[in-house]
């Protein structure tokens, strides 16, 4: 793409065409007429802007609106066919994987049990869940612009090998990348999953418009996401936010355990620990956040206190440690064991917190619907997707 200079009518045009997209985005279909209100053009400059984000392809006529004294107006669009990303979340159980258009809409869904060894396959097993998800879209891979895949674990951004991901056997070795991308034509990106699911807290959730914030996941494992200045921090390795490990007061550290043992926040604060406590105070269930969901049901119960508080405690001190360290404008509580103890349990980590720091930041509730790895997959991939055909409607 040609370079652009500053002040020059193309750039002003580049400008103008991407305030429309966006505009088309936020507030769906609109006439020619509104869409110049929004973003201040004339009507000529408005008709010529249409004209040229349709014969680009991103744009389509709607529909029409009825107007005074019998009089239609043409409403505007984005065309969500124009293009299409693929979001995956993989677990130890399964790969589950969606196909977004390009206005957000979900255009096909698939899973695929996730095998106990990928191995070498694990590019293959990515592929096989992609095109399963492009079948039930009614395309085909090629006719994706990114693929953004979510893990649980951490890519090293030099070498591209998955760490912090033991649960993940066969998934260890470098280039996974490469491999799905020389397979597919496509481009791909592997992420942590909090770090995914951040990203949808911060475009749907409850980090709307705050720029410094942690998501904490408590579900079959536990992590955090850190977003600082509006930005993921990755660390140098791609393991910040990798909590599970921290070392904490009631917790054995990996002096004692070895560094891939269960020690750390994970031993004090982490699903099976959260499933034993449970047990101690008399509430059981098929996992652990089954326990703390019958303990939340009876929240107003002495036991059912008791049984939240000692959870609340422990979750606590892993999220008063990075408080007092990064001093977030909000904790966001996510995952299926937190979210299972719901409101009780919220009000009391945030007691405990602010018992245990100087800074005390509001804690909330994740309020995502669906899977929010996914959510946060195609929000990123949408987003990356945008900026660059958004950026090249004005030919060179």
């Known amino acids: 793409m040609a370079e652009h200079i500053p002040g020059t009518p193309q750039l002003l045009r580049a400008i103008n065409d991407?305030?429309?997209?966006?505009?088309?985005?936020?507030?769906?279909?609109?006439?020619?007429?509104?869409?110049?209100d929004l973003i201040g053009l004339s009507k000529p400059t408005a008709s010529q802007l249409l004209t040229r984000l349709r014969e680009a392809g991103l744009?389509?006529?709607?529909?029409?609106?009825?107007?005074?004294?019998?009089?239609?107006?043409?409403?505007?669009?984005?065309?969500?066919?124009?293009?299409?990303?693929?979001?995956?979340?993989?677990?130890?159980?399964?790969?589950?994987?969606?196909?977004?258009?390009?206005?957000?809409?979900?255009?096909?869904?698939?899973?695929?049990?996730?095998?106990?060894?990928?191995?070498?396959?694990?590019?293959?097993?990515?592929?096989?869940?992609?095109?399963?998800?492009?079948?039930?879209?009614?395309?085909?891979?090629?006719?994706?612009?990114?693929?953004?895949?979510?893990?649980?674990?951490?890519?090293?951004p030099v070498t591209g090998r998955l760490h912090y991901s033991r649960h993940l056997p066969g998934w260890h070795f470098t280039d996974l990348v490469g491999g799905v991308e020389s397979k597919l034509g496509?481009?791909?990106e592997i992420e942590n999953d909090v770090n995914l699911?951040?990203?949808?807290?911060?475009?749907?959730?409850?980090?709307?418009?705050?720029?410094n914030f942690v998501v904490l996941w408590v579900g079959t494992g536990i992590g955090m996401a850190l977003v600082l200045d509006g930005r993921l921090h990755r660390g140098a390795g791609g393991g910040a936010g990798e909590v599970g490990y921290l070392p904490v007061p009631g917790a054995p550290t990996a002096r004692e355990t070895?560094?891939?043992?269960?020690?750390?926040?994970?031993?004090?604060?982490?699903?099976?620990?959260?499933?034993?406590?449970?047990?101690?105070?008399?509430?059981?269930?098929?996992?652990?956040?089954?326990?703390?969901?019958?303990?939340?049901?009876?929240?107003?119960?002495?036991?059912?206190?008791?049984?939240?508080?000692?959870?609340?405690?422990?979750?606590?001190?892993?999220?008063?440690?990075?408080?007092?360290?990064?001093?977030?404008?909000?904790?966001?509580?996510?995952?299926?064991?937190?979210l299972a103890g719901g409101e009780p349990l919220r009000e009391l980590i945030?007691?405990?917190?602010?018992?245990?720091?100087?800074?005390?930041p509001p804690l909330r509730l994740s309020v995502i619907e669906g899977n929010p790895v996914l959510t946060g997959a195609v929000e990123h991939g949408l987003e990356l997707t945008r900026e660059e055909l958004f950026g090249s409607t004005v030919p060179p």
Do not use: W
């Not at 945030?350 to 245990?356: K, L, P």
């Open 18 to 36: 991407k305030a429309a997209l966006r505009a088309l985005l936020e507030h769906g279909p609109l006439t020619r007429p509104e869409l110049g």
């Open 186 to 188: 496509t481009r791909i």
């Open 258 to 338: 070895g560094r891939f043992a269960n020690h750390g926040l994970q031993a004090l604060a982490g699903p099976s620990a959260v499933r034993t406590v449970m047990r101690s105070h008399g509430f059981r269930g098929v996992n652990a956040a089954a326990a703390v969901q019958a303990a939340a049901s009876k929240a107003g119960e002495p036991a059912a206190q008791d049984a939240l508080r000692d959870v609340a405690i422990r979750v606590a001190t892993g999220v008063a440690a990075v408080t007092s360290v990064l001093d977030p404008e909000l904790v966001v509580l996510s995952g299926d064991v937190l």
């Open 350 to 360: 945030e007691h405990e917190v602010h018992r245990m720091t100087i800074p005390r």
């Open 197 to 211: 699911a951040a990203l949808a807290e911060a475009a749907h959730g409850a980090a709307q418009g705050y720029e």
């Open 59 to 156: 744009v389509v006529l709607h529909g029409r609106r009825g107007g005074n004294l019998g009089r239609t107006a043409e409403e505007y669009a984005i065309n969500p066919r124009a293009a299409f990303v693929c979001g995956l979340d993989i677990t130890p159980n399964r790969i589950q994987t969606v196909v977004a258009d390009l206005a957000g809409g979900i255009a096909g869904e698939y899973r695929l049990p996730a095998p106990s060894r990928a191995g070498a396959k694990a590019s293959e097993e990515i592929c096989n869940a992609v095109v399963g998800a492009c079948s039930a879209a009614g395309i085909i891979s090629t006719e994706l612009s990114r693929i953004v895949v979510g893990v649980q674990g951490a890519v090293d």
